[in-house]
């Protein structure tokens, strides 16, 4: 007997439980339990497959007959101290940058990492769909770092930089680099990333001899750091976001109204 395949989905279509994750609605256990339960409905028709297949932007959701619509998704920038690990809790008990964060704000989902020694620009958003933009590497988001290395960056170990470099198998190629100023004991550079690689920055010096002493993200997109001071935060609007980010899923949001 030929078993009955279900049809495949669409590329924008995602699980029912998936989909309110992506809305920034709900984790996809909350909205698992909701679909179990029976309270959730697809365009007024109640859903009792937490794999159901749905389009998020295109269906009207209901949770016990109200809509799950409210305020759009809020998305703040954090200027991240060095010492503090991105991640929402650590294994080896390192302070992480969630700490900083108003307790009303600790539910964001980080679009990117800086490392531990690392400062600067983070952004923290509810809008799973404009955090995947982002951090995809095909729309090539601008990543502008000020960086102090140990030694002087001759113009040769310029071109080598521009030219690409090879490290654990991997092509390391920044959009541009810029030096600032240099002695003999350290120079100081701007450097442009449109790919956001694991420790893309410190990889590229340490391939040309020299080692990262400081590294600290100015700019992200279009929207830059400013003299927003260490370990302080600001909501960015959603006007703001669309001048930033140019053709990305900047939406209203959905939010749940309790």
Known sequence: MTPISKPPRRSREVSLERALSKLGIAS??????WILAGRLAVDGIVRDDPQHPVVPEEVRLTLDGRPLTGEPSRTIMVHKPRGLVTTRSDERKRPTVYDTLPEAWRHLKAVGRLDMASSG?????GDNRLADWITDPENAVPRVYRVTVRGRVTDDELARLAGGVEDAGECLRPHQVTLRKASGRESHLIVILTEGKNREVRRLFAAVGHE????????LGG??????PPGQCREVTQEELRVAFPGAPVSSGHRRKD
């Not at 620009?121 to 958003?125: A, E, N, Q, S």
């Not at 990262?212 to 700019?219: H, I, P, S």
């Open 28 to 33: 996809r256990s909350e909205t698992r339990q």
């Open 121 to 125: 620009l983070l952004l923290f958003t």
């Open 212 to 219: 990262v002493t400081a590294l600290k993200r100015v700019g």
């Open 223 to 228: 929207l830059v750091l400013g003299d927003l």
